[in-house]
């Protein structure tokens, strides 16, 4: 018959400080610690286009979406078109963005697919405004989490007027925007 | 000897340059102004394109309803001129006056709402329909119309009823038995049908004073008359963003309805713009009422005219229905429509 171990003062010390030590590691690499990335709210973003100035980066990180199944493909789409544009196609002179970062696709008639070469794209928003004045609001802007570097503190949520921008946890890096969000929470306007 | 005094030529100028550094310093640090604000070229100045409507009309605001219902977004008037608000499990009943007289439980949200010439109620469902009887019960509801539907207007006739469905992009002709019995508007070179573009949730129809159905082809700005066999009678396209007689945005008029003179009223999003239009040649009339009326970004749930030719337009963003009346007395300005 074993005889029963019995605990003494060191073991009881030993134990108890390697349960603290576990605790605290947990705690320090856990859920509450979790890294954190910057991200800007679609839904509270003004569209002033000082995301295109203010990045550290040039161009700068935050980069225009296209949530297709809020977009309609339209053939007169304003995030694509100038306003008041004679013709219907991917002339120059036709384009809204300064950079021509979007691509018009046909898809069948009468409905285009619109691309973001986010190479191209500084983040000004004139398309994403322009898609919410006219269009179904299917351009936004969210921070490319493979492009930013994460400052300590962003330089364009220190100066964004609308506050939409926050820190968010790695596991949750966007903010995307979806029908029933926009429905809840229509985005704002300059 | 006396040793010659070398006085600075400009004693104050290096204090003017430290004040100048001092003052630069602190409008950087405290104002925020550290980069410059984004050129023209990177700004969408819709000022222009608002003020497209800045003109005088005859029509004023003369009262509002807070519906009593959550997410209202149908709206229709009987020939009583009571209101009907259809939204999320209920229709809301209002008499002329804006006092709530009944409340209609439906089970859905309602989409859109028309009377039958005998007085029962339609009621659109998402993707069904339901057929309210005179006692309030529910007589049938139709669905399975399309594998996909969005149903977002109704016009009921006497054997017949023609369904907006947005999703499948056509106008569905049923009879009282909810069987389909034909497809209005979808491409067919044969009989010149060009074929409507729907490329938002947002797809109008209505029957003019004559018993016409007109359906609003909004991918193309414009309005198309059909036939019941599907045959395209007529049509008009009014495409400008810079011109009020024109409609703006990528998909509009979204709502239209008919006034007693058989004037086409027509409710336009993005830039909210109340017109009315002579239907058949298209020609635009006046403004009843202009964006500088509504908050950004503006848009329309649903347009109804009552017997007193009262314009109702649902403002989703206000969560109200507002009612526009033309003051007779004052004559209709010119419009601008350079």
């Known amino acids: ?190 | 000897m006396k040793e010659p005094v070398h006085k600075p030529k400009y004693p104050y100028a290096w204090g003017v340059v430290m004040a100048a550094i001092a003052g630069l310093y602190f409008y950087l640090t405290t104002t925020g102004n550290k980069f410059p604000e984004p050129g023209p070229n990177l700004e969408y100045d819709i000022t222009a394109l608002l003020a497209v409507d800045q003109v005088d009309t005859r029509f004023a605001e003369t009262g509002e309803i807070t519906p009593a219902v959550e997410m209202p977004r149908a709206l229709k008037t009987d020939a009583s001129g009571n209101i009907y608000i259809g939204g999320k499990d209920a229709i809301a009943v209002y008499d002329a006056s804006g006092k709530e007289i009944e409340r209609i439980p439906v089970d859905g949200a309602v989409t859109c709402l028309d009377f039958t010439p005998d007085g029962r109620l339609l009621a659109g469902l998402d993707d069904r329909v339901a057929l309210i009887g005179t006692d309030r019960k529910i007589e049938a509801v139709w669905g399975d119309f399309t594998a996909r539907s969005l149903i977002t207007a109704i016009a009921a006739g006497e054997d017949e009823i023609f369904l907006a469905d947005a999703a499948s992009r056509c106008v569905l002709r049923i009879d009282y038995n909810g069987t389909v019995l034909n497809r209005i508007g979808e491409t067919d070179e044969a009989r010149d049908v060009p074929g409507l573009e729907v490329p938002s949730p947002y797809f109008d129809l209505a029957f003019d004073s004559d018993g016409h159905l007109w359906v609003v082809n909004p991918g193309k700005l414009g309005l198309e008359r059909y036939r019941s066999n599907g045959d395209i009678v007529t049509s008009w396209y009014r495409a400008d963003v810079t011109r009020l007689d024109s409609f703006s945005g990528c998909c509009n008029p979204v709502q239209i309805a008919f006034n007693s003179e058989g004037r086409l009223v027509t409710g336009e999003k993005g830039p909210v713009r109340v017109k009315i239009f002579e239907v058949t040649s298209g020609e635009f009339e006046e403004l009843v009422v202009g964006s500088s009326a509504f908050q950004l970004p503006q848009g329309i749930g649903d347009l109804a005219v009552d017997p007193d030719d009262r314009i109702l337009v649902l403002d989703p963003k206000k969560n109200s229905v507002r009612i526009f009346e033309a003051n007779e007395t004052k004559m209709a300005a010119k419009p601008n429509t350079q």
């Open chain 1, 1 to 190: 018959m074993s005889e029963r171990k019995k605990i003494d003062r060191r073991d009881f010390m030993r134990f108890t400080g390697a349960a603290a030590f576990t605790g605290a590691t947990w705690m320090a690499v856990g859920e509450k610690a979790e890294a954190k990335y910057w991200q800007l709210d679609p839904a509270k973003c003004t569209q002033c286009g000082q995301c295109t100035t203010h990045c550290v980066l040039n161009p700068s990180a935050v980069k225009c979406l296209n949530q297709f199944d809020i977009c309609g493909y339209c053939d007169l789409c304003f995030g694509y078109l100038q306003p008041g544009s004679r013709d219907l196609d991917s002339g120059a002179e036709n384009q809204l963005c300064p950079t021509a970062a979007i691509e018009r696709k046909y898809i069948e008639a009468p409905y285009y697919e619109y691309k973001i070469h986010e190479d191209k794209c500084i983040g000004c928003a004139k398309c994403v405004k322009a898609c919410l004045i006219f269009g179904n609001g299917s351009f936004y802007l969210q921070i490319r989490q493979d492009i930013c570097i994460n400052c300590n503190e962003c330089s364009i949520a220190k100066s964004c007027p609308s506050d939409c921008f926050s820190e968010v946890p790695q596991s949750q890096p966007y903010m995307f925007l979806t029908g029933d969000t926009y429905l809840a929470h229509p985005p704002a306007l300059s």
